[in-house]
């Protein structure tokens, strides 16, 4: 590893550390959640997705793994937003979410297991034949289906919400 690839990882890694720290603020405070605007984000990330498949398509057989890397990214999208608390204020009637602390490491765990594919990789592309760009593609449909499935999960229990504020 040469001093330029250590430097990377160095400022990487504190970037994350960063970006986690940020959300470590966040947790357990009420925020506001706007339901409407839910779609924004894995429409655009969408959309740069399938911009990148696009110029880069995968080949064949190919296509199961990146519809994989969308169903597993669904799967664990979907959890994490379960870990979500979803209320109405009863004063002002805006839907409010608060992370529980469970989500914050449930997404650490994503990020290291993230982390650690993308190293794997070099291992798994000489047993199984994958490529750098099929692996981008699957990290791409991953992150896809992770946004979506966590965005349409509040979304639904958002919508399932009592009109009068009132919870069970």
Same mark, same amino acid.
């Given at each position: 590893?040469?001093?330029?690839?250590?430097?990377?990882y160095v400022l990487?890694?504190?970037?994350?550390?960063?970006?986690?720290?940020?959300?470590?603020?966040?947790?357990g405070r009420w925020?506001?959640?706007?339901?409407?605007?839910?779609w924004i984000v %894995?429409?655009? !990330?969408?959309? &740069?997705?399938?911009? +990148?498949?696009?110029?880069?398509?995968? *080949? #064949?057989?190919?296509? /199961?793994?990146?519809?994989?890397?969308?169903?597993?990214?669904?799967?664990?999208?979907?959890?994490?937003?379960?870990?979500?608390?979803?209320?109405?204020?009863?004063?002002?009637?805006?839907?409010?979410?608060?992370?529980? %602390?469970?989500? !914050?490491?449930? &997404?650490?765990?994503? +990020?290291?297991?993230?982390?650690?594919? *993308? #190293?794997?990789?070099? /291992?798994?592309?000489?047993?199984?034949?994958?490529?750098?760009?099929?692996?981008?593609?699957?990290?791409?449909?991953?992150?896809?289906?992770?946004?979506?499935?966590?965005?349409?999960?509040?979304?639904?229990?958002?919508?399932?919400?009592?009109?009068?504020?009132?919870?069970?």
């Amino acid at each position: 590893m040469t001093n330029e690839d250590l430097l990377r990882y160095v400022l990487i890694g504190a970037a994350i550390v960063v970006a986690l720290l940020i959300r470590l603020r966040r947790i357990g405070r009420w925020q506001r959640l706007r339901a409407g605007a839910l779609w924004i984000v %894995p429409a655009i !990330f969408t959309a &740069l997705a399938a911009m +990148i498949l696009w110029q880069f398509p995968p *080949h #064949g057989l190919e296509w /199961l793994w990146v519809a994989f890397g969308l169903a597993a990214g669904g799967f664990f999208g979907w959890q994490r937003g379960r870990l979500v608390e979803i209320r109405i204020d009863p004063d002002s009637g805006f839907l409010l979410q608060r992370s529980s %602390p469970t989500a !914050f490491l449930f &997404l650490g765990l994503l +990020i290291v297991v993230r982390w650690v594919l *993308h #190293g794997a990789v070099g /291992l798994a592309d000489a047993r199984w034949h994958l490529g750098a760009m099929l692996v981008s593609d699957i990290f791409i449909a991953f992150a896809t289906g992770v946004l979506g499935a966590y965005r349409l999960e509040l979304y639904l229990r958002a919508r399932r919400l009592p009109a009068d504020g009132e919870g069970p």
